[in-house]
């Protein structure tokens, strides 16, 4: 079985790990568009563009299933895209609903792209979820992808002092639960929970896509409780720019993990780098 993960980046890389959790023996396609990141500060008619560009080279390189652990592309693409799917497409959103039924008392921070924050996705989600739209501040976050996505030397300061910078002065209240709406964001949990508070709980929604991903392959009665990772995936990455650097650090924050990647060969040639 072969499964497509589909990001603007490295981000993505936090959503593989909850899939390899529920099939660890998958064999896995990452794709990140890094020549055309970042999609949060893209119109939502180029994101859905080098969306299907994605899509079509998942299904040229036979993908069982492909998932958009990207919430910028989920919003701009799946909804269009599952109109012409070959294969199911899973798509993620901010786990906001998980967050307002964890914590029912108390403020929603929601952290995410200015494309997620100001999308319809996003809109009527909050509007279906009672109290959603009172309890949930919405906070764009532009340039946090682009300091993750370094991952430089310099990565634990320049996150600390963008959070001071940008994020602290905006919150109208000290949060119960924050919910990041941008897998980028997973990578540097720690510091918004230390920049927060210690005990501000961190909601992303990295699982429940793995287990619709279970779901939608049919795979059996869903075991409640994520078994822990494996040692080793099957994992072939494609980035669309620095294709070698990028696979290096996508291999290393793996192995920070303890998964060591084995290699897996698409069937086709790599279609190249898509254009905006």
């Not at 952290?111 to 109290?131: D, F, I, N, Y």
């Not at 501040?137 to 634990?156: F, H, K, R, T, Y």
């Not at 619709?212 to 990455?237: C, E, K, N, T």
């Amino acid at each position: 079985m072969r499964i497509g993960i589909f990001d603007s980046g490295i981000g993505g890389l936090s959503t593989l790990l909850a899939c390899l959790r529920r099939l660890p023996d998958a064999e896995y396609l990452f794709y990140g568009d890094t020549a055309n990141a970042p999609y949060g500060d893209q119109d939502p008619d180029t994101v859905l563009r080098l969306t299907r560009y994605a899509y079509d080279w998942f299904i040229a390189a036979g993908a069982d299933a492909v998932v958009l652990a990207c919430n910028s592309a989920t919003s701009a693409a799946v909804a269009p895209l599952r109109e012409r799917a070959r294969v199911p497409i899973i798509g993620i959103e901010p786990a906001v609903k998980k967050a307002l039924d964890a914590h029912p008392e108390g403020g929603i921070l929601l952290l995410a792209t200015q494309l997620t924050v100001s999308g319809e996705k996003l809109r009527a989600l909050l509007a279906r979820l009672p109290g959603a739209s009172e309890r949930v501040q919405a906070v764009a976050c532009p340039g946090l992808m682009e300091i993750v996505e370094s991952q430089g030397s310099s990565l634990d300061g320049s996150v600390r002092a963008y959070l001071e910078r940008y994020l602290l002065p905006q919150l109208r209240e000290t949060p119960r639960a924050v919910v990041l709406g941008c897998t980028h964001y997973c990578w540097v949990d720690a510091h918004i929970q230390a920049a927060l508070g210690g005990d501000v709980a961190i909601v992303d929604g990295n699982d429940g896509v793995a287990r619709q991903l279970w779901r939608r392959l049919q795979l059996g009665p869903l075991p409640a409780q994520a078994p822990p990772l494996p040692r080793s995936a099957r994992v072939h990455f494609h980035f669309t720019s620095d294709n070698a650097d990028k696979t290096r650090l996508a291999t290393d924050l793996l192995a920070r993990s303890e998964v060591a990647i084995l290699p897996v060969h698409p069937s086709r040639q790599d279609p190249g780098q898509p254009t905006p």
